[in-house]
RNA sequence: GCCCCUGUAGCUCAGUUGGAUAGAGCAACGGAUUUCUAAUCCGUGGGUCGCAGGUUCGAGCCCUGCCAGGGGCGCCA
């Protein structure tokens, strides 16, 4: 167990293993006794309820074995206080002194004490992936967005990350994206060529071929003339990846993401035949009705289809093939896939492939729930697609004029980067303080909220802190805040120290189960109880060393709150 | 028909893997500003945790059945 993670709880439950031990060591060994924060402030600090589950074992009332422990070893230093209560919880209550030293162990360790759970160990993260020749809208947000964060947290414990954003570059979309492009857009068009004629050539193309098997087959013709390496075809499209790479990564620069690879689809291309082959080798695919077919009734899916019947490679052949190749190049620990709900079944198929191939690497999908917007499902034939880029021009904007009115002192450029700090941190922060398998109703309003439970609301914290921290610098000049005494006699400012060492296993734990929320849901919490502190205790105008103390845990907050919000991937300016 | 997910306050969601009287935000109402940043804080009202059984000291959480919504189910990704 690495030494900041649980800090409290491992050094009390240690204590109360050693009581048990003393009261019922001949019984059974109690290395499974756990201590976890007290479910409410009013029993105290800490709880252990393994005394009602040691009951049955020990065929005695619970309340009883609970005494007995209580009663075997004399009340430690650290303690103040550890009674029974209800059914037999045990309820412990720790010195002050005691915590301070513990928060103060973690506010010196590397980033507050998270800990190094990846040992340099490797992890692929398989993120956003948008497709090429259509701009990002709102849809991609989600993927992009907890993407990043997964990638921030495993590079922060310690794993070896490698971001890779897996475009769609190839595939059945080409050919009617290069007939189109030579039939429906003018010579200035093709000169001056933007996504967004890209997209209403790929509408326009897609809609006539459904009426006209002629115009189809010219687009089926092109296609098979790109994948067999035709010149002029593949300079289109190249071109068509060459902008929308463009296009996407103005969108990353904004949302501050970036990767480590960009391989898109094609790239797995020369490695599909030999990937087919090991599978047929290995007589684990198999011909039915013409296509080529891994079986998987024992583990209760349909068949995963590896190659068309028309010998065309399919999504399930390229997404094996790239996990062979990632686990040769990288040999990766874990593999995290963040795409949308739709694809839990294809996922599930062609992980089971790959065990069946004997891949061990650690395979994971994170899905996440469907973006809509109140009147429905969006798409780009209804025309009610939000592109990306308006939402956060949006976004920006609204920051920008709350700015301006409350803050009309600030110069304009100071505003204006201010306004971008905040308007992307908005847009991120309601992305990601909800489990990503929920489905998301998307609304202006609540994605663009700056009160309450919202990204402003964590960033207004920060800035009130750092405010705190640079007045008490002219006050008290060359003095590290870090370094004063902590006294912790408040309630308030107890709990803001048990909830500051709560933060290295926050942090684990958003890992461990790939959700961000985790992370974002405690960050809420601490700037709640934090915004609770600073309304009812003074800090600057308190008696010198009531004013030192807490000033130190302001110093404290503001560790874990810039720590915490750039794991998110959201800006924590100083001055708000 | 089969598989996956979801169902918690008027709305949007948490609920630390089975613990104590189920919590936040928004909305509503009432307060706090000679004040270290009011994008804030304090308080009030608001609940049959979809329904019915089961498991046990104890269930929002686990098991079974049902109801409702979303998604998926052989050559799209």
Same mark, same amino acid.
């Given at each position: ?5 649980? =800090? ?51 065929? =005695? ?516």
């Amino acid at each position: 167990m690495h030494e900041t993670v649980n =800090r409290c709880e491992e050094i009390l439950a240690e204590w109360l293993r050693q009581a048990f031990q003393a009261a019922f060591g001949e019984v059974q060994d109690w290395s499974g006794i756990r201590v976890q924060p007290a479910t409410d402030a009013r029993f105290g600090d800490f709880q252990c309820n393994d005394a009602m589950q040691a009951a049955k074992t020990l065929r =005695r009332p619970p309340r009883a074995v609970a005494e007995a422990v209580l009663a075997a070893l004399p009340l430690p230093p650290m303690l103040t206080r550890a009674e029974i209560a209800g059914p037999g919880f045990i309820n412990l209550t720790v010195a002050p002194e005691w915590l301070a030293e513990q928060v103060a162990v973690l506010s010196a360790a590397p980033r507050f004490g998270i800990p190094d759970a990846g040992q340099g160990r490797t992890v692929v993260i398989d993120y956003s992936s948008p497709n090429v020749a259509k701009p990002m809208h709102i849809g991609h947000i989600r993927s992009t967005v907890i993407g990043n964060a997964l990638d921030r947290l495993h590079r922060a414990l310690g794993y070896r990350v490698i971001a890779d954003n897996h475009l769609g570059d190839w595939g059945t979309q080409f050919g009617l994206l290069i007939q189109g492009y030579r039939t429906f857009l003018t010579e200035a068009e093709r000169e001056a060529l933007t996504i967004e004629a890209l997209e209403r050539v790929y509408v326009q193309s897609y809609n006539r071929s459904k009426e006209d098997p002629a115009w189809l087959e010219s687009c089926k013709s092109e296609l098979v003339k790109l994948q067999q390496g035709d010149a002029e075809n593949r300079a289109i499209w190249e071109r068509f990846i060459a902008i929308s790479r463009r296009e996407f990564d103005r969108v990353y620069g904004r949302l501050d993401v970036a990767f480590d690879l960009t391989r898109g689809e094609s790239y797995y291309n020369d490695m599909l035949p030999e990937t087919i082959q090991v599978l047929q080798d290995k007589g684990l695919a198999v011909e039915s009705e013409g296509a080529l077919v891994v079986n998987l009734e024992d583990e209760g899916m349909p068949v995963c289809i590896v190659r068309k019947s028309d010998g065309g490679f399919n999504y399930a052949a390229t997404d094996i093939a790239t996990v062979r190749s990632r686990v040769a190049e990288f040999d990766p620990d874990r593999i995290i896939y963040v795409t949308d709900e739709r694809q839990q079944l294809h996922f599930r198929q062609f992980f089971a492939v790959c065990a069946k191939l004997g891949y061990t690497t650690h395979l994971e999908h994170v899905w996440f729930g469907l973006m809509r917007l109140p009147e429905g499902t969006f798409s780009t034939r209804q025309g009610n697609v939000i592109k990306l880029e308006s939402l956060l021009d949006e976004a920006e904007r609204r920051a920008l004029e709350i700015i301006k009115a409350s803050n009309s002192e600030m110069p304009e450029d100071e505003q204006r980067e201010l306004a971008v700090a905040i308007g992307i941190g908005a847009i991120k922060y309601t992305d990601l303080s909800h489990d990503p398998q929920t489905m998301i109703v998307f609304t202006w309003e609540k994605a663009l909220a700056l009160e309450g439970n919202s990204g402003p609301y964590l960033q207004y914290a920060y800035a009130r802190v750092c405010s705190l921290l640079d007045k008490y610098a002219e006050q008290v000049p060359d003095r590290d805040p870090l370094t004063n005494a902590l006294l912790l006699d408040e309630p308030v400012e107890k709990a803001l120290a048990l909830q500051l060492m709560r933060f290295p296993a926050t942090v684990l734990r958003a890992a461990e189960v790939c959700k961000p929320s985790v992370l974002a849901d405690y960050l809420f919490s601490l700037s709640q109880t934090y915004s609770s502190f600073y309304q009812r205790s003074p800090v600057l105008k308190a008696d010198a060393a009531v004013r030192d103390s807490r000033i130190r845990l302001c110093a404290m907050v503001a560790q874990v709150l810039a720590e915490g919000l750039g794991l998110l991937g959201i800006c924590t300016p100083r001055r708000i």
